[in-house]
């Protein structure tokens, strides 16, 4: 079964709406994909966001050093198990050839689980232990914790030099990666603290934003508190609490 690919183009923000960088990447038409051919098992976990609410207030009460790192073409990373054909990029086709993969691509059914199996290995040798029972993306090691979501992932510590050890270790262990400067933003939300009262906000304008100019309706009247006041009525035909 020999799969298409397809370039994507994409224009990766900031989370309020900023252009950070824009990308290109050969993908695999995953759709196209057979069961117990071309992929097998396919669920990965993805991070509690109540875990990463309960992170953000301990790291403001007690203080804790923060880094947020994004692995650079993070699925490519991850073996493939399987034998998946993919025809070759528009641009570098070769009459008669196709790919065999090694790695896993973007598209994939499985490339989500294999870099998550593979970035867990990685952490491990690191020195992580993950914490399945309590959250399969928490992990946590003798000097840091660690939350992962996909190919984001956020270092704690009391110190900042061992959030660098954790990450030079990782790169030593062949993880390509780039480290933001702070934790201001993570999946898409905008994260603003506030160090006299200890508070810290979360907004997510830029997808507010896009919300409004896909639906045409930024020309509407302002309201800063759209839902309504009036109490909920009862639902007299619903089931009994």
């Not at 065999?100 to 020195?127: D, I, T």
């Not at 993306?137 to 009391?158: A, E, M, Q, R």
Request: net charge negative; glycine share 6%; aromatic share 10%.
């Amino acid at each position: 079964n020999v799969l298409s690919g397809t370039w994507a183009f994409k224009c990766k923000g900031f989370p309020d709406g900023a252009v950070r960088k824009m990308k290109a990447r050969f993908c695999v038409q995953g759709d196209r994909q057979k069961k117990d051919v071309d992929y097998f098992k396919t669920f990965a976990p993805v991070i509690n966001w109540n875990t990463v609410q309960l992170m953000l207030i301990l790291s403001q009460l007690i203080g804790l050093a923060t880094k947020q790192v994004d692995y650079t073409a993070a699925f490519v990373h991850a073996p493939v198990d399987e034998d998946v054909y993919v025809e070759m990029p528009r641009g570098f086709a070769e009459h008669g050839q196709v790919l065999k993969l090694k790695r896993s691509l973007y598209g994939l059914k499985q490339s989500p689980r294999n870099f998550f199996l593979f970035l867990k290995s990685k952490l491990e040798e690191a020195g992580f232990t993950n914490q399945e029972e309590i959250d399969p993306c928490l992990f946590l090691s003798d000097k840091c914790i660690c939350l992962v979501y996909v190919d984001d992932t956020l270092f704690y510590s009391p110190k900042a030099e061992y959030v660098e050890e954790a990450i030079a270790k990782l790169k030593e262990l062949g993880m390509e990666l780039e480290v933001e400067d702070s934790v201001a933003g993570f999946l898409g939300v905008h994260i603003e603290r506030n160090e006299k009262d200890q508070s810290i906000k979360l907004t997510q304008s830029g997808l507010t934003k896009r919300i409004i100019e896909a639906l045409e309706v930024s020309h509407h009247p302002i309201k800063h508190t759209p839902a309504g006041h009036e109490p909920l009525t009862k639902d007299i035909s619903g089931d009994p609490p």
